[in-house]
């Protein structure tokens, strides 16, 4: 078996650096790829898809298997990758390398299920036909990625892309290069075929990638990102799935298991660094529980600390975010807010120590903007009906978590939002069947699940004649006989009923 390189490029490239988020030092240096480097991949991808689309659903299935026990296999190794260019714990790479290979096996495994062709109702009126649908691969889909999940999230339309049937193009960060090119490495090892690519490079990477002429485009970044994707796809009517970014809100009922709902919080807001999209940042407390549930965060808080070795909580991935923390919790202090952990002095140059955040305005960046720290900013709410118009009132809208022993799922059927955990926090990103994706800001689209699965496709239906017509009436032959039985037809069917 011939192994073909996935990221091959053109000599002389220039190149960039992956630096360790903790100590600044150099992981290794990568090709920046321009539009032409782009265009080779997509072409190069074009071509193994061809070969992929035309396997059968097992054939497919086989081959993502090979791939994923590989992976398996080497966990300790992407782990380590991971944990060296984002500086994230060890454990908590192998946590969210784990979570992705299990999406990968439900991907291969449902494909089938999902998107084969399969018999919907006719009507009545079109009774002489069998009528189906399929879900085809749309040929090659471009995948840019994020720095703070660089496996988890992106394996969330590579994998999902693939079981469909589609080939790849995958730009990973600038910040997380390495973990791109392990995964298209391994890929081509286990597959033989060049069926994922990788580009790297910085933002003209990208740009390029939007506009090579892939069949989708999926993406994860900033709101702001988001819509320069969008504009430059536009020029070519590149379809796009935008998973923006998240302000996302924990309510804690009167009734909840404090004890599990400030866990969760803590989890929610601090781990990764808060560098998670649906995080918690935001949090309503009833009123009636306020002060104990403080007095819980503020002491399983007091207990983390961001550091390097075996600290809980890694650094801050992208130097640049550390300004949007400092900026947030300052806002939120000159306001009149009060930080009951941490303040201004929690934001160091790599490392941010947990802050809470209590008797916050409403109109402080720490309750409106995306923060993406160890951060969470904490309100008493009267009720429940509070907790859900203050959780509703943000243009952020990805995730959210609701803890009540009672009222949990009538309180979470009012979010509007993609996605809620009742008595958990983010535990419907470990659910393969779930989908994920928000709404507003947020972007649309959904990975995971079958509707992740169906966004790489497009709906192919088919209708055969099953026998002759009842009625005939596409032809010009139609007789007046025929339209006069439509109209007693559609009377029957649907001109009885509603307000006269």
């Avoid at 009774?127 to 990625?145: C, D, H, S, W, Y």
């Avoid at 536009?234 to 404090?258: F, N, Q, R, Y």
């Avoid at 808080?301 to 809980?312: F, Q, S, T, V, W």
């Avoid at 032809?475 to 001109?495: P, S, W």
Wanted: hydrophobic share 45%; aromatic share 6%.
């Amino acid at each position: 078996m011939t192994i073909t390189d996935p990221t091959a490029t053109t000599s002389g490239a220039p190149t960039f650096d992956s630096l360790d988020p903790r100590t600044g030092a150099v992981v290794a240096s990568h090709p920046v790829h321009g539009a032409a480097d782009v265009a080779a991949a997509v072409a190069r991808a074009r071509e193994a898809a061809a070969w992929w689309s035309a396997l059968s659903y097992k054939e497919r299935a086989e081959q993502l298997g090979a791939w994923k026990s590989l992976m398996t296999r080497r966990l300790d190794e992407l782990a380590d990758v991971m944990s060296a260019e984002t500086g994230k714990p060890r454990g908590d790479a192998m946590l969210e390398a784990a979570l992705a290979i299990d999406h990968l096996a439900w991907a291969s495994g449902h494909a089938r299920k999902v998107l084969k062709r399969h018999k919907v109702p006719s009507g009545l009126v079109m009774a002489n036909q069998k009528a189906t649908v399929e879900f085809r691969p749309l040929g090659v889909v471009g995948v840019i990625g994020p720095w703070n999940y660089p496996v988890f999230t992106p394996m969330g339309s590579i994998a999902y892309a693939l079981a469909a049937g589609n080939a790849v193009v995958f730009k990973p960060s600038e910040y997380t290069p390495g973990i791109g090119l392990w995964l298209a490495k391994t890929f081509v090892e286990a597959v033989g075929k060049p069926v994922l690519q990788v580009v790297t490079g910085l933002g003209e990477t990208g740009a390029a990638l939007c506009r090579s002429g892939v069949d989708k485009l999926a993406f994860t970044g900033s709101t702001a990102t988001g819509k320069k994707v969008m504009a430059a796809c536009a020029e070519s009517l590149t379809p796009v799935i935008i998973e923006a970014g998240g302000k996302d809100a924990l309510i804690v009922d009167e009734d909840a298991d404090l004890e599990a709902a400030a866990d969760g919080a803590v989890w929610g807001a601090c781990g990764n660094a808060g560098q998670t999209c649906a995080g918690v940042e935001r949090v309503y407390v009833h009123e009636r529980v306020y002060d104990e549930f403080l007095d819980k965060i503020v002491a399983k808080a007091r207990e983390l600390h961001a550091g390097d070795g075996d600290a809980k909580i890694g650094p801050i991935t992208m130097p640049s975010q550390v300004d949007v923390i400092r900026r947030h919790i300052d806002d939120a202090l000159a306001k009149g807010g009060r930080a009951v952990v941490g303040g201004a002095d929690a934001v160091g140059e790599r490392f941010v120590q947990p802050t809470i955040l209590v008797d916050v305005p409403a109109d402080s960046s720490a309750w409106t903007e995306e923060t993406f720290g160890p951060t969470m900013t904490v309100a008493k709410v009267k009720n429940m009906d509070e907790a859900v118009a203050l959780t509703n009132g943000s243009r952020y809208a990805l995730g959210s978590a609701v803890f009540s022993k009672s009222r949990g799922m009538q309180i979470a059927e009012r979010l509007r939002v993609g996605m809620t955990s009742i008595n958990g926090v983010i535990t419907f990103a470990g659910v393969p069947s779930l989908p994920f994706g928000g709404i507003g800001d947020s972007g649309f689209g959904r990975i995971h699940g079958p509707e992740g699965l169906k966004e790489f496709t497009y709906a192919h239906a088919i209708t055969k004649q099953r026998m002759k017509p009842l009625l005939a009436l596409t032809t010009f032959e139609r007789t007046e006989k025929a339209e006069q039985q439509l109209g007693k037809l559609m009377t029957m069917l649907h001109g009885r009923g509603g307000k006269h």
